[in-house]
């Protein structure tokens, strides 16, 4: 069975200044235009996470509250984990490792540079670096959740925000 992984760096967050800690940024006006457009172009795509898990930190669960909002999913299903935080890509890894066979698409929120080294790992493409708000679809074929590793995935979609407004 196919699974479908979403990856989706957050959208562009407010500076950070001596007053507000990098963990409770929240997401700028911009910030919130990119998550609701990616959140609609995914919804117009449909693609339909089974399960969204997010990093606590603000702009991540802002990004990932605005998406579900999108796809008519209820915000209080969203799983947050800790260590996708500051817990580099082996924490993106293990969060991926730890989902349940009943799902086979899963939508995951969380920071730069680790998700883009994520990404990269386990599809072996070179993105470079995810834009903010930006989504990388990563397929799986025949491989169990827990299964997934170094080069087992085959990335078949990188979107930009800007992208999916030029195209409107």
């Known amino acids: ?64 509250v605005i998406t579900a909002e999108k796809l008519g999913v209820n915000v209080a299903s969203l799983v947050s984990k800790a260590e996708i935080y500051d817990g580099g890509p082996k924490a993106y890894l293990n969060a991926v490792n730890e989902i349940s066979e009943e799902f086979s698409m899963l939508a995951l929120f969380g920071h730069n540079p680790d998700i883009t080294y994520f990404a990269e790992y386990i599809s072996g493409a070179s993105l470079g670096s995810m834009k903010k708000g930006s989504v990388a679809i990563i397929e799986f074929e025949n491989l169990k959740w827990e299964e997934i590793s170094g080069k087992t995935g085959n990335l078949t979609l990188y979107k930009t925000p800007k992208q999916v407004r030029d195209v409107d």
Request: charged share 25%; net charge positive; proline share 3%.
């Open 1 to 64: 069975m196919k699974k479908t992984l979403i990856l989706v760096r957050h959208a562009t967050a407010e500076d950070q200044t001596f007053r507000t800690k990098d963990f409770d940024r929240i997401l700028n006006s911009k910030g919130l235009a990119e998550a609701a457009v990616m959140g609609e172009w995914l919804a117009d795509t449909n693609f339909r996470p089974d399960i969204f898990v997010t990093s606590p930190a603000s702009r991540a669960y802002q990004t990932a």
